[in-house]
């Protein structure tokens, strides 16, 4: 389903709100003209931001871009939650007060749980680990990092857990399909930080 007007302006304030910007230091902090915010939010009238305006604004905010969506206004494209979706945080867990220690100090730093097709069991992250990801760490060689996989025809991101080995992500997955390389562009495949520790629970 296409994504509507009030889909995308409802998840723009959104940004907006957390960011505590204007719509005109938003847009230069991602790059894009001033005008193609403030218009779009003010005039109906006004093109439609593309998904790409979009990624601009998700990346220079850490938010997830909002394509893929269905009918739940201002809700963001999540994860598959084969793969991995962000850690739910719970009252009085033991884990959520270590994954809390964990970011405590980081400007910028996320949960993921790893589902069951994230593919990273032979490097030795199972399904249910926590994985910190801290998105201001710039990727090495070797690292694991988080990136997104964007499927413009579909209009679906994919958050996946990779290797870092320039220019390409790769997994050492039993899978096939996991195994194939990814080649970081910085269009269809965006690296978003990097994993600087893990979790596991008792199961």
């Known amino acids: 389903m296409e994504l509507s007007r009030e889909d995308i302006r409802a998840w723009l304030n959104q940004v907006l709100r957390k960011t505590g910007e204007s719509a005109t230091a938003l847009a230069k902090r991602a790059g894009i003209a001033q005008s193609t915010l403030t218009r779009f939010l003010n005039d109906d009238e006004a093109p439609m931001l593309g998904l790409r305006t979009i990624t601009k604004i998700a990346h220079a905010t850490g938010e997830q871009p909002i394509i893929g969506v269905a009918g739940a206004t201002g809700r963001p494209a999540q994860a598959l939650e084969e793969g991995a979706k962000r ?25 993921w749980e790893l589902g069951t097709g994230a593919g990273l069991e032979l490097a030795g992250y199972f399904a249910g680990d926590i994985l910190i990801v801290d998105l201001n760490e710039t990727a090495q ?6 990136a997104q996989d964007y ?19 790769t997994t050492p997955s039993r899978e096939e399909g996991l195994r194939k390389p990814l080649l970081v562009d910085n269009d269809r495949v965006v690296i978003k930080g990097v994993v600087i520790g893990s979790l596991r629970p008792r199961r």
């Open 141 to 146: 060689p070797g690292d694991l990092v988080c």
């Open 151 to 169: 499927r413009w025809s579909e209009g679906k991101a994919e958050t996946v857990f990779r290797f870092y080995d320039p220019p390409y992500l």
């Open 87 to 111: 850690y739910e945080a719970e009252e009085n867990s033991p884990i959520t007060a270590a994954v809390s220690a964990l970011i405590a100090d980081k400007k910028a730093a996320d949960a």
